[in-house]
């Protein structure tokens, strides 16, 4: 594992798939199941939804040693003192870095090996190789980068890399694994199991038996 950071199996939250009402049950559920990281995604929120359940789902992490991250929302991850992920079109590292100071997780979409600026590698926590393969559950995205793509990404950093997107059963996650990520980030294959934690479970033991056999 590279750095401090657990990124094996990052879960992102969809509105549709975990409901304000069963969002806390939901990445539980995935948390027990080996979740090492959660992305908290609900654009459809308003500013202070959005604010209590990052409160919410923050405190029922802490004690599980999973930090939380906010996708996009800057000005949410300050307020409550939790981490922020970041996409291309979205504000810099470098000043969420800026705002969030040093401690803070800081992810980054990256969509293009030769796209990545040195002072933004940087600032960020960990790259999330974006989209692997297509994914029904985020539309506006580059063309997929397929396996290698994520390993031209792997070969440009050594900073903890997620393959995202697509990833929808053990053997993909594996084989994102095996070109070169140290984790998956996914949304359907936890949240839209009749079975989070038993999902989870499964993607988990995929991911570290393919970090088992990954070259160092």
């Known amino acids: 594992m590279r750095g401090t950071l657990d990124v094996r199996l990052?879960?992102?939250?969809?509105?549709?798939?975990?409901?304000?009402?069963?969002?806390?049950?939901s990445c539980l559920a995935a948390v027990r199941g080996g979740a090492t990281l959660v992305q908290l995604r609900d654009k459809q929120a308003t500013d202070d939804e959005l604010l209590l359940r990052a409160a919410q789902l923050r405190d029922v992490l802490q004690p599980h040693g999973v930090p939380l991250v906010v996708n996009d929302r800057l000005d949410v991850a300050r307020k409550v003192g939790?981490?922020?992920?970041?996409?291309?079109?979205?504000?810099?590292?470098?000043?969420?870095?800026?705002?969030?100071?040093?401690?803070?997780?800081?992810?980054w979409s990256v969509e293009d090996p030769e796209r990545m600026p040195p002072e933004q590698l940087a600032a960020s926590s960990y790259l999330a190789a974006s989209p692997v393969w297509v994914t029904p559950t985020k539309t506006d995205t580059a063309h997929p980068?397929?396996?290698?793509?994520?390993?031209?990404?792997?070969?440009?950093?050594?900073?903890?890399?997620?393959?995202?997107?697509?990833?929808?059963?053990?053997?993909?996650?594996?084989?994102?694994?095996?070109?070169?990520?140290?984790?998956?980030?996914?949304?359907?294959?936890?949240f839209g199991a009749d079975d989070p934690q038993a999902a989870a479970a499964r993607l988990r033991a995929a991911v570290d038996e393919a970090l088992r056999?990954?070259?160092?």
């Open 10 to 25: 990052y879960v992102v939250t969809e509105p549709s798939l975990t409901p304000p009402p069963r969002l806390i049950e």
């Open 82 to 107: 939790i981490g922020v992920h970041v996409g291309v079109h979205d504000v810099a590292p470098v000043v969420a870095r800026e705002v969030l100071g040093p401690a803070a997780v800081v992810g």
């Open 145 to 190: 980068l397929g396996p290698p793509g994520v390993a031209a990404i792997r070969r440009a950093t050594d900073l903890p890399l997620v393959g995202i997107g697509g990833i929808n059963s053990p053997e993909r996650a594996a084989e994102v694994i095996r070109a070169g990520a140290d984790g998956v980030a996914v949304v359907s294959a936890v």
């Open 213 to 216: 056999g990954a070259t160092p």
